[in-house]
């Protein structure tokens, strides 16, 4: 399964960065996009399990377009010298 490079993404953030000394930000939102499923198998499988193969994409498929929206949180701290 792979997710697109770019996505679109919704969220808000908190930071402060300080002239000298620690800082800290953090950022929740949501991304958005449709993964890609490939499945392959070797070639003495494909000859014996044609159709299981398919099933088994068609399943993964599902379960993946469920994943079209992705959480998001990021914490961290900084400092600056």
């Known amino acids: ?35 890609s499923v ?3 198998a070797s070639q003495a499988l494909q000859q014996q399990a044609v159709n299981d193969i398919a099933t088994e994409k068609s399943d993964l498929e599902s379960k993946a377009n469920r994943l079209r929206y992705m959480p998001v949180l990021n914490v961290g701290v900084s400092y600056v010298f």
């Open 38 to 40: 490939d499945l392959s």
């Open 1 to 35: 399964m792979k997710f697109p490079t770019v996505r679109p993404y919704l969220g808000f953030g908190f930071g402060h960065t300080p002239r000298k000394g620690l800082g800290f930000y953090s950022d929740l939102g949501v991304a958005y996009g449709k993964p």
